[in-house]
């Protein structure tokens, strides 16, 4: 006879661990925000099923860091009890546990790796991270046969496979959902959620803390407004460098916030594409242009000042992460007002509509990118132009 003392669930926890325990249904699809507790309780309930009786268990983190962190989490947690884990492999991330138990933990970066396991419990944690591939091809099979119930837990991301199967609850007598909040945790200062309230925009505070699934991608520049504007009055230029295989991105606003032009070149002589960003450049009554400069930025940023020098001001903008997450932040919330308006061009609307972010909730540490694939040059023109458009009327927006 062994005893197991696991964790202690705060009060929301427990009635979802009531639910998964008391009630019938196999597949639990959890919604919440974060730091809620959502990867303890899934550990707990798998130590729970894993104690109670011999099974065969998995859990699948979306990528191989976080499966390995919780690995060693259970490691260590039976570190000082001796033969309650009797073997385990830290290739394959597997133990076995003295009852005959097993549980093995698995990337769903690889996920053809786990086909053709059975399983008796499944935990997919940060389900809405996995590819739907992953789910629908091959750890769906694993439970089809002996599976007794699977958790899909995660925060959402936008309105993905996630947020579809959390939709089957009521129409499907197999699922089970829950939303809840990261407020749902006593044990966080609802001040401290707060305070991440004033420092993010809306939808990511909505998509992050309240598990609210924010309508699809284009989150952070919805309702957008893209349109062919006239150059009235002064204008402001934006200019993105690319490397290797990026564009480099010429933007230009007017004098009411509008977007004029924007245009991009690569695979060229560096030669050639500071004269063509130069020559539509003097096709309009520019005040500043704003460079993005780095290491090789430099040598460029000199090239366009010698060539625009007499026409207009050239300044230099550095790119370090604070200053892209600042200009980001301020063109996000001027579309959220409705105080810009984008040029019509097709490529432009489809980077601002894949335009994405990583959210740590430990650092609260945002992170404006395109997803892998994607690129992002011409949003980030569009925000150096935008910057130079708010430096000269002096004006800067709060997120809230
Ligand atoms: N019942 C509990 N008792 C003690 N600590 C808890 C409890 N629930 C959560 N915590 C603590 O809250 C923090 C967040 O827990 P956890 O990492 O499980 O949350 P999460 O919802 O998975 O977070 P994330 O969204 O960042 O993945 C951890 O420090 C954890 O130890
Ligand atoms: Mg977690």
């Known amino acids: 006879m062994i005893s197991v003392t696991l964790y202690n669930p705060h009060p929301n926890q427990k009635k979802i661990h009531d639910s998964i325990n008391l009630e019938p249904y196999k597949y639990y699809v959890i919604n919440i925000g974060r730091q809620f507790g959502k990867s303890l309780l899934a550990t707990n309930q798998m130590l729970y099923w894993i104690f109670k009786s011999k099974c065969d268990c998995a859990w699948v983190s979306p990528v191989f860091n976080q499966a390995n962190k919780v690995y060693e989490q259970v490691v260590r947690a039976f570190a000082n009890s001796d033969g309650i884990i009797v073997k385990r492999d830290s290739q ?8 005959g138990s097993t549980l093995q933990f698995f990337s769903a970066e690889r996920y053809d790796n786990i086909r053709g396991f059975t399983f008796d419990y499944l935990v997919c944690d940060e389900f809405a991270f996995i590819d739907e591939k992953a789910w629908t091809e091959v750890l769906r099979a694993t439970i089809l046969v002996k599976g007794k119930k ?7 991301k936008g309105k993905n496979h996630f947020y579809r199967l959390h939709q089957l609850s009521g129409t499907n007598e197999q699922y089970k959902s829950f939303t809840m909040t990261s ?8 001040k401290e959620i707060d305070d991440a309230r004033f420092t993010l925009p809306e939808m990511i505070f909505k998509q992050e803390y309240l598990a609210e699934f924010v ?3 284009a989150m952070l520049f919805n309702n957008r407004t893209m349109k062919i504007s006239e150059p009235k009055g002064k204008c402001y230029a934006g200019i993105d460098l690319g490397r290797a295989d990026d564009y480099s991105v010429l933007s230009i606003f007017n004098d009411i916030g509008e977007q004029v032009y924007i245009e991009r070149w690569r695979h060229s002589e560096w030669s050639t594409i500071v004269k063509a960003i130069s020559e539509n450049i003097r096709r309009f009554d520019i005040t500043t242009t704003l460079v993005e400069v780095n290491s090789i930025g430099d040598v460029i940023f000199e090239l366009l000042e010698k060539e625009l020098r007499g026409y207009c001001v050239v300044e ?4 370090t992460s604070q200053s892209k997450k600042e200009i980001v ?3 996000i919330v001027a579309n959220q007002n409705k105080e810009v308006t984008f040029h019509q061009s097709e490529w432009l609307d489809q980077e601002l509509e894949m335009f994405s972010y990583e959210y740590n909730p430990k650092s609260r540490q945002v992170r404006y990118t395109a997803p892998t694939g994607f690129h992002d040059d011409g949003v980030m023109a569009t925000c150096i132009s935008f910057e ?6 002096g004006a800067r927006y709060t997120l809230r």
């Open 316 to 319: 230099p903008f550095t790119t």
């Open 150 to 156: 699977v958790l899909l837990i995660s925060t959402p």
């Open 215 to 217: 309508d699809g991608s």
């Open 92 to 99: 394959k991330l597997k133990m076995t546990f003295c009852n």
């Open 183 to 190: 407020y749902d945790n006593p044990m966080i200062n609802p």
């Open 388 to 393: 130079c458009y708010l430096k000269h009327k």
């Open 329 to 331: 932040e301020q063109l």
